[in-house]
Antibody, heavy 121, light 108 residues
């Protein structure tokens, strides 16, 4: 079955960018959708955007439009999420997850282990 | 505020049945999925589609839906079920996923 392994924790300065990776094993990477979800400390889950690697098409939550870029490298079965213009409120754990979407359903399974991004001066 | 509304906290006595609810207009058109998250861990899918459990999820977990409300029921709650639970469906446009605010379940 599919497993997702993410890159390690990052500490970034305000105004900088961070790029988090999510490497997939098992299954056919290019045929499925990867979403990114974040969770600020003590807060709930927040969907950021998704990519369909076989199409190279990404779409994003309105809140993150212009600041987030999600890409995928089919040759290495790796998805990436880059967030720019970081501010303290972006401190969160960032998760990737396989995204199942259809006409009347949506679910995420499995999830990566999470990557803590800390934004601090 | 989220387009999906959950009670912030619910408690249940050990071995009893508890229902966790999720309300939102999109639930009239889209199934909810449910996730269990324990401290320091990634979320785990427990219910998806009409009422499906992934492999490895105990059958005490079940899902249902009526109108604009989806429910996760745990029949015979165990101590290890103590966790945060999140529902997920689509936003009002139907284009993007959205999560409920989460429910903290305490097993007494």
């Amino acid at each position: 079955q599919v497993q997702l392994v993410q890159s390690g924790a990052e500490v970034k300065k305000p105004g900088s960018s961070v790029k988090v990776s999510c490497k997939a094993s098992g299954g056919t990477f290019s045929s499925y959708t990867i979403s990114w979800v974040r969770q600020a400390p003590g807060q709930g889950l927040e969907w950021m955007g998704r990519i369909i690697p076989i199409l190279g098409i990404a779409n994003y939550a309105q809140k993150f439009q212009g600041r987030v870029t999600i890409t995928a490298d089919k040759s290495t079965s790796t998805a990436y999420m880059e967030l720019s213009s970081l501010r303290s409120e972006d401190t969160a754990v960032y998760y990737c997850a396989r995204d199942y979407s259809g006409p009347n359903y949506n679910w995420f399974d499995p999830w990566g282990q999470g990557t803590l991004v800390t934004v601090s001066s | 505020s989220s387009e999906l509304t959950q009670d912030p906290a619910v408690s249940v006595a050990l071995g009893q049945t508890v229902r966790i609810t999720c309300q939102g207009d999109s639930l009239r058109s889209y199934y909810a999925s449910w996730y269990q998250q324990k401290p320091g861990q990634a979320p785990v899918l427990v219910i998806y589609g009409k009422n499906n459990r992934p492999s490895g999820i105990p059958d005490r977990f079940s899902g249902s839906s009526s109108g604009n409300t989806a429910s996760l029921t745990i029949t015979g709650a165990q101590a290890e079920d103590e966790a945060d639970y999140y529902c997920n469906s689509r936003d009002s446009s139907g284009n993007h996923p959205v999560f409920g605010g989460g429910t903290k379940l305490t097993v007494l």
